[in-house]
């Protein structure tokens, strides 16, 4: 019984590592070119400094489009931020397997400036998800909305846990 528990287990392991090295290497669209990626967080810290510039980001996949693969969003390396990467409407679709793998994007910063009307039925949406109370007096300034226009990602390998010895 052992024996067969461990070798279910052994294949199991195998199967699980397996589909993770499947994914390594992934490239969707176009690839990323660009050899050095701005961090998520210099990103939001200034994100007006890069609007119209082709730019590279990596991070976790915190989030995938559940209806299209249309976007993805990247965590940052500051915990609850982050960056969402939408692509046009088939021409690339992310996977729901990508969460949790470390994606490579690539594409043109973009910086959407809503009117008024469009910010408060956002903040009424965002509320209405959160289960809060929406008072839409209170917002009086027009969001922007900052994104990559994804043109390509690329499935990075996961770092290595180093080993201590001692």
């Not at 609007?51 to 976007?71: D, L, Q």
């Not at 969402?84 to 793998?101: A, H, N, Q, T």
């Not at 910086?111 to 949406?125: F, G, I, V």
């Amino acid at each position: 019984m052992h024996k067969t528990l461990s070798i279910v287990l052994a294949l199991a392991f195998l199967t699980f590592a397996a589909m993770g090295a499947m994914a390594e290497g992934q490239v969707f669209g176009k690839g990323v070119s660009l050899e050095k990626a701005i961090k998520v967080s210099d990103l939001l810290d200034n994100p007006d400094k890069y609007v119209g510039e082709t730019i590279r980001v990596e991070g976790i996949a915190v989030g995938v489009c559940s209806h299209r693969g249309c976007w993805v969003e990247l965590a940052s390396d500051k915990e609850g931020e982050t960056v969402r990467v939408k692509v046009k409407d088939g021409e690339i679709v992310f996977p729901p397997e990508l969460l949790g793998s470390i994606l490579a994007a690539e594409g043109v910063w973009t910086a959407n400036k809503l009117d008024l009307d469009t910010t408060k039925q956002l903040c009424e949406h965002k509320a209405k998800q959160a289960g809060e109370e929406f008072n839409p007096e209170e917002v009086t300034s027009c969001m922007t909305l900052y994104q990559l226009t994804g043109t390509g990602a690329k499935v990075m390998p996961m770092p290595q846990k180093s080993l201590k010895k001692g």
